[in-house]
């Protein structure tokens, strides 16, 4: 038979066996509780996601939809304009024209986001006026008097929630 290099000491020897990983009978035991280690951490890591996954709640739930969706946004109108400014330089994020706080219903409805630079959205509390106005010339003025007049409440569940996730998830991976 060919030579082996021992998994543990790192000797070189030949096999008595086909299959044979360690050079001797200490060398196997090592092995073989190394092995038993990597396979018990690979178990425990399975089952701390599991408990982590269990332990979230709807509102933890939300707020990892909010990064996916924000992300897909942010990849939808990548190369566009700053809708309230039109500047194409600095840090952009996914700028909501009814905000989050005054109309949560629309916080996921894509027609009330776009891509916005940072000083409008953070610093010009969105620039809403020329905010607008662009979103008329984006997405027209039957769709934006939609956004401005709707006001039915939403709820999700957590089932709803994270399908949401999945779907944006897809989104992103096909923009």
Known sequence: MKQKTCKVCKIKFIP???????CNYKCAIIHAKD???????????????????????KKDYLNI???????????????????????LTGQMH???YRSV????????????VHVQCA????????????YRRNLVQKIGIGKTEYIENYNETVKYSIDEVK????????KIKDV
């Open 35 to 57: 092995l038993k280690k990597k396979k018990s951490v690979s178990v425990w890591k399975k089952e701390k996601s599991a408990l982590k996954e269990s332990l979230l709640t």
């Open 65 to 87: 939809l909010q990064k996916v969706f924000n992300t897909y946004i942010r990849q939808r109108d990548k190369g566009r304009p700053c809708i309230s400014c039109g500047t």
């Open 94 to 96: 996914a700028g909501h």
């Open 163 to 170: 399908d949401l996730i999945k779907l944006y998830k897809q």
């Open 16 to 22: 008595t066996q086909f299959a044979q990983v360690a």
């Open 119 to 130: 000083t409008c959205n953070n610093f010009l509390h969105g620039n809403l006026i020329n």
């Open 101 to 112: 706080g005054s109309a949560p219903h629309l916080r996921f409805n894509e027609n009330n």
